[in-house]
């Protein structure tokens, strides 16, 4: 049985076509790789697969309350998905071109780990985005 196949139903999910391409298309996707739901859509389309956008749209809110996939809101009010992992990480998100790099710093976790218990909070979650320009020729426009 396919990996994609034992997640969704290991998340209470039937295991569909739709599902299944959609996965795959997360699943592929490189480290700090995030997909909107059109660009899932344009790649299912490029794969000559006949899904719907409104069936994307669907599937990935499905994917989001099985816990499978992340949806992110940037600036911008548009929503990017990944697939769900379970190590802690945060974005910093380009305002120009809207490119999106993932990056860990234990220290930056622990200072906020300090601040909660100073404040006398317990961080049950946590998600943040640093916002700014990327040096891809951004800053230069």
Do not use: W
Request: one cysteine or more; hydrophobic letters at 35%.
């Amino acid at each position: 049985m396919a990996l994609e196949n034992q997640e969704l139903r290991k998340a209470g999910l039937k295991v569909t076509l739709p599902r299944v391409k959609i996965y795959q298309i997360l699943e592929k996707a490189g480290e700090g790789d995030h997909f909107s739901a059109e660009d899932i859509y344009k790649q299912l389309m490029e794969q000559g697969e006949d899904v719907g956008l409104a069936t994307v749209y669907r599937v990935l809110t499905q994917f989001e309350a099985a816990g499978l996939v992340s949806r992110h809101h940037f600036e911008g009010g548009h929503s990017v998905f990944e697939l769900a992992r379970d190590e802690q990480h945060d974005h910093i998100v380009c305002v120009r071109c809207g490119k999106v790099r993932e990056f860990s710093d234990p220290m930056l976790k622990q200072r906020q780990d300090e601040i909660a218990e100073q404040l006398g909070f317990t961080i049950t979650d946590r998600t943040l985005y640093l916002y700014g320009l990327c040096k891809d020729g951004c800053d230069e426009k």
